[in-house]
């Protein structure tokens, strides 16, 4: 497709459940984000990706979280024993070159719900 | 933790009267950018302005930058019901990723 694609679109988890949410950049982009976003606010940083490399994670906001990138592609982000408060939508962006002053592409996010 | 915050946090106004959002930050910048944010969809990229420029227009969009006061403007001008957003700054510290605001909730009536 020509943008970023993110499944799914809806998530429901149940308290304990562990999640994937996956994330197709835009072919060809190096640069790969996650953020998370709650409800009311603006996307929050959580981990970038240079192609396969995992170059920036200081915004995941405990080890439950965990994002991978094996071929520097396709970024899948897992959370283990899903929390409530990890309720949000979780948005991926991409970019196509390594330097500044470009712009990111996101995805229409993953709203997960953990009940 | 977020760098930027808007001003106002909502605003209603008439179809094609201007709409004027500002966003403060805290830390140097290489670049600030404006995006949009329809209802439960993704962020649209609007408008990218570098640190070393002080305007740019793009269609019906003027944003203003000025880094003494790390501040920026996005005016929109005779706006439409289809501006209605949100509407987040979002600046780039030369970390890679984005950090941005809290967003202004736009509401343009008919």
């Known amino acids: 497709g020509a943008g970023v694609s993110q499944s799914p679109r809806y998530k429901v988890a149940k308290r304990g459940q562990d999640v994937a949410l996956r994330c197709d950049p835009i072919s060809g982009h190096v640069s790969l984000f996650w953020y998370q976003q709650a409800l009311g606010q603006g996307p929050e940083f959580l981990t970038y990706f240079q192609n396969e490399a995992q170059l920036d994670k200081s915004g995941l906001p405990s080890d439950r979280f965990f994002a991978e990138r094996p071929e520097g592609s396709v970024s899948t982000l897992k959370i283990q024993r899903t929390q409530q408060e990890d309720s949000a939508v979780y948005l991926c962006a991409s970019s196509l070159a390594l330097s500044q002053n470009t712009e990111a592409f996101f995805g229409q996010g993953t709203r997960l719900t953990v009940v | 933790s977020q760098q930027g915050e808007e001003d106002p946090q909502a605003l209603s106004i008439q179809e094609g009267e201007n709409a004027t959002m500002n966003c403060s930050y805290k830390?140097?910048?290489?670049?600030l950018q404006w995006y949009r944010q329809n209802s439960g969809r993704g962020l649209v990229h609007l408008i990218l302005?570098?640190?070393?420029?002080r305007e740019k227009h793009s269609g019906r969009l003027r944003v203003t930058l000025d880094t003494s006061k790390k501040s920026s403007s996005l005016l929109i001008t005779a706006s439409r019901a289809a501006d209605t957003a949100s509407y987040f700054c979002a600046t780039d510290t030369g970390r890679r990723a984005l950090t941005f605001g809290s967003g202004t909730r736009l509401q343009v009536q008919p």
């Open positions: 302005i570098r640190s070393n420029e």
């Open positions: 830390t140097s910048i290489n670049n």
